[in-house]
């Protein structure tokens, strides 16, 4: 029998097919809706509107799962790579040696960036943030990577370069922010380590690959990959529906990241847990503020749109500080303030009440600094990690045959027949 329900209003009604998901989630399908009733539905921020049908990632947000092409995080973050992950995000499935070797050695060879754009990074101001550098340079690339006549060529090679070059291209802005020689890409580096390497080598002083801190960016990449239509995907996905090329789209999806209420919270929770503990460490100053409606703050790197529960990756990176912090011998404060902080507020009745729990941004700013990454550069080290999830959505919705502009509709609020006023008649 076909999944159907059924609209009724004026005395009229309206049958509309349900669409069923393989995990079993389930959707109206309004496709029809306006040519037949003359309705639109209206969900601002869309918390109940689904834009697509996706293969890419589940996200169970009150059991707290997520599964990229329908593997465990939590198994990708134990025994994958990010290289691998990126792999299977893209194309559907991991690579045998064979399609990894191949992978490997097409990101090693698209990994420097053209010499010529070494003039933009020098023409920023010295304080700007990096991820107004990146989305810029990103959109940049378009100049100077020309599209391809071949159609597989020019996607596969755009994609590749931009996986290859974007390490690259932030260890750039780190680098010339400082007044510091670049350092390129090496050959016999992993994809990590040489991130790190083009970050922290210098040429009086070698940088030393520190296992512990590679292998903490690993997990950390693997966790940002890919999460749904957040609205960086969304983003990539609205602008690449016009058939702009995708450069251009996922400089709009950086753009995006780059709020403090999406991947820029990061950077907004070390800032939030350094004030905590310049103000003496009363983090209980800091909940009643979340709690006060007449008060803007919100408690940074707790609650989500989708996760009513304890989100899934927050609980491998706080597994992760405790275990990089001791390999690295360090003691970081704000680590001991944010665990309080979270064994407070998850026990509050309006965080409880509010289904609020620390999201993956609570304790990410924790790795990033053990490992050196400064503050300012906390949601491009996010970008990195989503950027194979962007381009995942991006193909998955260039190779719909269905696609068509993203071009929502409205329901008009304001001023209804005025006329023209001439200038001199005018109160
Ligand atoms: C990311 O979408 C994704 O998947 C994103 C992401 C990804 O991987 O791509 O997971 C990455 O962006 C994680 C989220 C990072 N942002 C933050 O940590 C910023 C702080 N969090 C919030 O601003 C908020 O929780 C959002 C933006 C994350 C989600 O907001 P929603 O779903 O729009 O919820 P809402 O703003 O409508 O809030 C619902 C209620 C409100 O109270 P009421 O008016 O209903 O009484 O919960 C309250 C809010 O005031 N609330 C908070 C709160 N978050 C929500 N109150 C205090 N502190 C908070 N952090």
Known sequence: MEDVVTLTYNGNEIRLPVITGSEGEKAIDIS?????????????GYANTGSCLSGITFMDGEKGVLRYRGIPVEQLAEQSTFKETAYLLIHGKLPNRDQLTRFSILLNDNSLVHT??????????????????????????????????????????????????????????????????????????????????MMFETPVKPYEINRAAVNALRVFWILHADHEQNCSTS???????????????????????????????????????????????????AIERAKDKKDPFRLMGFGHRVYKTYDPRAK???????ELLESLNINDPLLDIAKELEAVATKDPYFVDHNLYPNIDF?????????????????????????????????????DPKLKICRPRQIYTGNQGFDFIPSHARS
Request: contains cysteine; charged residues 20%.
């Open 32 to 44: 029809r809706l306006r040519s037949e009733t003359g309705f639109i539905t209206l969900d601002p």
């Open 116 to 197: 010529d754009m070494k003039a933009f990074y020098q023409n920023f101001p010295r304080a700007s943030h990096p991820m107004g550098i990146l989305s810029s340079m990103v959109n940049a690339m378009r100049s100077f990577y020309p599209e391809l006549d071949s159609q597989e060529e020019e996607i596969t090679l755009t994609m590749t370069r931009l996986l290859a070059k974007v390490r690259t291209m932030a260890a750039m802005s780190y680098k010339i922010s400082r007044g510091h020689e670049l350092v390129l890409p090496r050959p016999d580096l992993t994809y990590c380590e040489n991130f790190l390497n």
């Open 235 to 285: 983003s990539v996905r609205m602008v690449g529906s016009a058939r702009v090329n995708l450069y251009a789209a996922i400089s709009a999806g950086i753009a995006a990241l780059w709020g403090p209420l999406h991947g820029g919270a990061n950077q907004a929770v070390i800032e939030m847990l350094t004030q905590i503990q310049e103000e003496g460490g009363n983090f209980k100053k």
């Open 316 to 322: 491998i990176m706080k597994k992760m500080c405790d």
């Open 363 to 399: 304790y990410s700013g924790i790795v990033l600094r053990a490992i050196g990454i400064p503050t300012n550069m906390f949601t491009v080290m996010f970008a990195i990690g989503r950027l194979p999830g962007w381009i995942a959505q991006w193909k998955e919705s260039m190779d």
